[in-house]
């Protein structure tokens, strides 16, 4: 897969929030995440300070040029030319594929030299597009770009990811890259960070610098440049993502669970927390404490008895996922909360379902994907919480179902969306009809491409001595949930064990099967 770096230009007061959404959008979307990288250069030098024209040699390192164009021209700092000026040059000189988009229409007024730069660009013979909105400004920039990777290099995207892309920019809530003005980079949890760059940018993590730490997430939109202070700090879905305490500028992040001893709610639960964690961290605990308080029931195998979780773990982890990455939270006053019963488990998280979609959608497991905080979902999705765009439901559905358990129930109620998961069948509980495409784990191929995977899987692992999700993707070509659900079997079966969580977690063989 082709991977295109292109260096988003412009303004760098006047236009940084367009700039940082251009590189959030590059960064989500899934066809453009998957064949681009967005490089931002924040930092320029001030006019009597030697011109080191870093942001140059960043330049020369992309393969696509992307200027966007508002009103003012910007600080000069050599020959007479602003920074974005000189980028604009230098991109001709190396001959670089030329993007533009134009804020406002023909009568909308500019700086003189900001007329004389455009009249430049138009002379060179370059066609631009015009936006009025941040929105549409997103859109042109995908149908450019796209335009350009199919016709250059035959790559274009499938009608799915063409439809989750315009749900996306309908559904995405605005406050993801709501600067964070009072925290810093060096506040955030660094050994996360280490790890969603060295999956963002394809690196192994021990050649992930500080410095590209925070070029890679400035880029995504994850960070921005305070120039009068000189540091990066935080947008909010990197703070969401990173931050020890993030309720300490957003309140509403807290994590709310509780366990019963019964199957009502009462003011006494046997066990209740409150987390205030970077939302990875919360996932694992939540888990845990629902582990905690639910039964294990023994199953004896062989001569060995063994413990058995009540809830499959993938369930449990999927219902949590869904509500810290798809809950509003422009909601400021509300919180996710995560209720342990005798018999069930309700999973409640502010805010309607994104972009509107039935219950019974939902239900059924067919609903598309629509994400309201796209830049929280791609971070966990390199953090390895999340797989495939639209994969949960049906993931916890098929969890469930295998464990011979009722199927997760939704419900909207006073403007939340709950999940509920029951240990036992619940004999008011109706079962939504299924479809024969849920039962089937992997998708039908020829009768020897399942083996052929697991082989070269295990071959993989016995080769490295261990295996991850990124290995599988990397060194063998599947996809993501193709590699989460060969792993996931092969751990049940006892072919692998399991070791760590998230981007730590690891796969090591446990005995020799009989396809090896």
């Given at each position: 897969m082709i991977?295109?770096?292109?260096?988003?230009s412009?303004?760098?007061?006047?236009l940084?929030?367009?700039r940082?959404?251009?590189?959030s959008l590059?960064a989500t979307d899934?066809?453009?995440s998957?064949t681009?990288?967005?490089?931002?250069?924040?930092?320029?030098?001030?006019?009597?300070v030697?011109n080191?024209?870093?942001?140059?040699e960043?330049?020369?390192?992309?393969?696509?040029?992307l200027?966007?164009?508002?009103?003012e021209?910007?600080t000069?700092?050599v020959n007479?030319?602003?920074?974005?000026?000189?980028?604009y040059?230098f991109?001709q000189d190396?001959?670089l594929?030329?993007?533009v988009c134009?804020?406002?229409?023909a009568?909308?007024?500019?700086?003189?030299?900001?007329e004389?730069?455009f009249e430049?660009?138009?002379?060179?013979?370059h066609t631009?597009?015009?936006?009025?909105s941040d929105?549409?400004?997103?859109?042109?920039?995908r149908i450019?770009?796209?335009?350009?990777?199919e016709?250059t290099?035959d790559?274009?995207?499938t009608q799915?990811q063409d439809i989750h892309?315009k749900?996306?920019?309908?559904?995405?809530?605005?406050?993801?890259?709501?600067?964070?003005n009072n925290k810093?980079?060096?506040?955030?949890?660094?050994?996360?960070?280490r790890?969603?760059?060295?999956?963002?940018?394809?690196?192994?993590?021990e050649?992930?610098t500080?410095e590209?730490?925070?070029q890679a997430?400035?880029?995504?939109g994850y960070?921005?440049?305070?120039?009068?202070?000189?540091v990066?700090r935080?947008?909010?879905?990197?703070?969401?993502?990173?931050?020890?305490?993030p309720s300490?500028?957003?309140?509403?992040?807290r994590?709310?669970?509780?366990a019963?001893?019964?199957?009502?709610?009462?003011?006494?639960p046997?066990?209740?927390?409150l987390?205030?964690?970077?939302?990875p961290q919360a996932i694992e605990?939540t888990?845990?404490f629902?582990r905690?308080n639910t039964a294990?029931?023994l199953?004896?195998r062989?001569l060995?008895?063994q413990?058995?979780d009540?809830?499959?773990?993938e369930?449990l982890?999927e219902?949590i996922v869904?509500a810290?990455?798809?809950?509003?939270?422009?909601?400021?006053?509300?919180?996710?909360t995560?209720?342990?019963?005798q018999?069930e488990?309700?999973?409640?998280?502010?805010?309607?379902?994104p972009?509107g979609?039935?219950?019974d959608?939902?239900?059924?497991?067919?609903?598309?994907?629509r994400?309201r905080n796209?830049?929280i979902?791609?971070g966990?999705?390199w953090l390895?919480?999340?797989d495939?765009r639209g994969?949960g439901?049906r993931?916890m559905r098929?969890?469930?179902?295998?464990k011979k358990?009722p199927?997760?129930?939704?419900?909207?109620?006073?403007?939340?969306?709950s999940?509920?998961?029951?240990?036992?069948?619940a004999?008011?509980v109706?079962?939504?009809?299924?479809?024969?495409k849920?039962?089937?784990r992997?998708a039908p191929?020829p009768?020897?491409a399942v083996?052929?995977?697991e082989?070269?899987l295990?071959q993989?692992?016995?080769?490295?001595?261990h295996?991850?999700?990124?290995?599988?993707?990397?060194?063998?070509?599947?996809s993501?949930?193709?590699?989460?659900?060969?792993l996931?079997?092969?751990?049940?079966?006892?072919v692998?064990?399991?070791t760590?969580s998230?981007?730590?977690?690891?796969y090591?063989?446990?005995?020799?099967?009989?396809q090896?």
């Amino acid at each position: 897969m082709i991977r295109l770096k292109v260096f988003i230009s412009s303004a760098q007061k006047e236009l940084r929030r367009q700039r940082v959404a251009v590189g959030s959008l590059l960064a989500t979307d899934p066809f453009l995440s998957e064949t681009t990288v967005p490089r931002i250069f924040e930092d320029y030098p001030a006019p009597l300070v030697p011109n080191k024209k870093a942001y140059l040699e960043l330049l020369r390192t992309c393969h696509i040029y992307l200027l966007i164009i508002g009103k003012e021209y910007g600080t000069v700092i050599v020959n007479g030319l602003s920074a974005v000026h000189q980028e604009y040059r230098f991109a001709q000189d190396l001959k670089l594929p030329t993007l533009v988009c134009v804020m406002g229409d023909a009568s909308f007024e500019r700086e003189e030299k900001t007329e004389q730069f455009f009249e430049e660009i138009t002379k060179d013979g370059h066609t631009y597009s015009r936006f009025s909105s941040d929105r549409e400004l997103l859109e042109k920039v995908r149908i450019r770009l796209v335009e350009y990777i199919e016709t250059t290099f035959d790559t274009a995207p499938t009608q799915l990811q063409d439809i989750h892309s315009k749900e996306t920019l309908r559904s995405a809530s605005n406050l993801e890259r709501q600067q964070v003005n009072n925290k810093l980079l060096s506040g955030l949890d660094q050994d996360l960070a280490r790890e969603m760059v060295s999956a963002a940018e394809e690196k192994p993590i021990e050649k992930v610098t500080d410095e590209l730490i925070s070029q890679a997430l400035l880029s995504r939109g994850y960070l921005w440049w305070d120039k009068q202070e000189e540091v990066y700090r935080p947008t909010a879905a990197c703070f969401l993502l990173l931050a020890p305490n993030p309720s300490t500028v957003f309140p509403q992040t807290r994590i709310q669970l509780d366990a019963y001893a019964g199957d009502n709610r009462n003011t006494n639960p046997i066990d209740s927390i409150l987390l205030d964690n970077p939302l990875p961290q919360a996932i694992e605990q939540t888990v845990a404490f629902i582990r905690r308080n639910t039964a294990h029931p023994l199953k004896v195998r062989g001569l060995k008895r063994q413990d058995s979780d009540a809830y499959p773990q993938e369930a449990l982890r999927e219902a949590i996922v869904n509500a810290v990455a798809h809950r509003d939270y422009g909601e400021s006053e509300a919180k996710i909360t995560v209720e342990v019963f005798q018999n069930e488990i309700m999973f409640s998280s502010p805010g309607l379902p994104p972009g509107g979609q039935s219950i019974d959608r939902i239900s059924r497991g067919d609903a598309r994907s629509r994400v309201r905080n796209p830049m929280i979902v791609q971070g966990l999705r390199w953090l390895e919480y999340m797989d495939e765009r639209g994969s949960g439901i049906r993931r916890m559905r098929f969890a469930m179902k295998e464990k011979k358990l009722p199927v997760p129930q939704f419900r909207i109620n006073n403007g939340e969306f709950s999940v509920t998961l029951y240990d036992t069948p619940a004999p008011d509980v109706v079962q939504p009809a299924t479809t024969e495409k849920e039962d089937i784990r992997i998708a039908p191929t020829p009768d020897n491409a399942v083996e052929s995977k697991e082989a070269q899987l295990i071959q993989l692992v016995r080769a490295n001595g261990h295996a991850t999700t990124a290995m599988c993707v990397q060194k063998l070509g599947f996809s993501r949930d193709t590699a989460w659900r060969l792993l996931s079997r092969l751990t049940k079966e006892g072919v692998l064990k399991k070791t760590g969580s998230g981007r730590g977690t690891r796969y090591y063989l446990t005995k020799a099967p009989d396809q090896a």
